[in-house]
């Protein structure tokens, strides 16, 4: 194969016979190296693993651009380490290992430039807090740098990011796991974990106070309608703010019981939406920029029907330039979104 590029596909859309471009993880494990030839029984397996979305080898015209993420075994690292803390409780020693981890994501962040988010790896319901945790910690962590963090306040922001839910703890794990719309007096006890969390840190000792602010509001929103003390502004930490943001963005990137996941252009619409009432519209601004773009080598869809990937996101993040792509996994037209002439086109939500 001469020109090799990569592309991420839905389980669903993978043709039988491709090659497998990353391995897949699942709870620090190695299940299958990049490499293999995914036959049909291989494709079953990782549907009945969870697995959504992979990356896979294409001969192509055009080399494509790998998209710039955190590796999978990073993320398995995280998400192993925050399950135990889930698990069996926040203490002096697994603290240390989580800031220990959160220095090595910073520091892949760092080298990769900003980076994609992720949203909803693995997809998987009974995972989905520690997913999300690591998801908001690599939001977060994007943004912050962007924002001018470094040194230990962009490390107090991951941690707080890290750690946002863990007031869910002391949640009861029927109301956290129901199939289904919560009736009010759950909510209430939902709405109890910013609280919970911040008692968590105090309780441990040594924790930032900037961190313990962090966890405790966010769930604030910018409008003065959030929860626990329904504070606005600039009266809500800046930590906050930003953490509240990645918060929704993973919550709508994640497959939950009751819905899919909503697409990259559902989350980059809602996000406008909450803007200024919910949301910071200054740090909203941000994550559309930089943060829920439509990463290289994703497949989406056209208004006008076509199955397209992303080349790269050229100098309009929300209309990036995008080629056609035949189930065969063959290449068509190359279409730039922001061309005056193509406005008429949009990418759909899936
Ligand atoms: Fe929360
Ligand atoms: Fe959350």
Known sequence: MENVGMIILDINDIPPGSTLASPIYMRGSKLIDKGINISEKIINLMKNWGVAEVKVVVDDSIVLQESKAVSQELHSKLFNEIEMVFKKGLTDGNYSKIKGLIQDLINEIASNGICMAELGKLKLYDL?????????????????????????????????????????????PAILNKNGKLDADEYEEIKKHPEMGKAILEQIGGIHTSIIEAVHRHHEWYSGEGYPGRIAGERIPEMARIIAIADACSAMGSKRSYRDPQSTCAIREQLEVCSSTQFDTEIVRIFLLNIIVYVPGKKVKLSDGRDVIVISSGNHPGRPIVREIFSDCNFGEIIDLSDENRLNLTIVPK
Do not use: C, E, P
Not at 144 to 169: C, E, F, Q, R, T
């Open 128 to 172: 989905y807090t520690y997913n999300h945790s690591v998801d908001v910690a690599i939001m977060s962590i994007s943004a912050g740098m962007i924002l001018g963090y470094s040194g230990v306040k962009l490390k107090n922001l991951a941690i707080a990011a890290l750690l946002h839910d863990i007031g869910k703890i002391v949640i009861s």
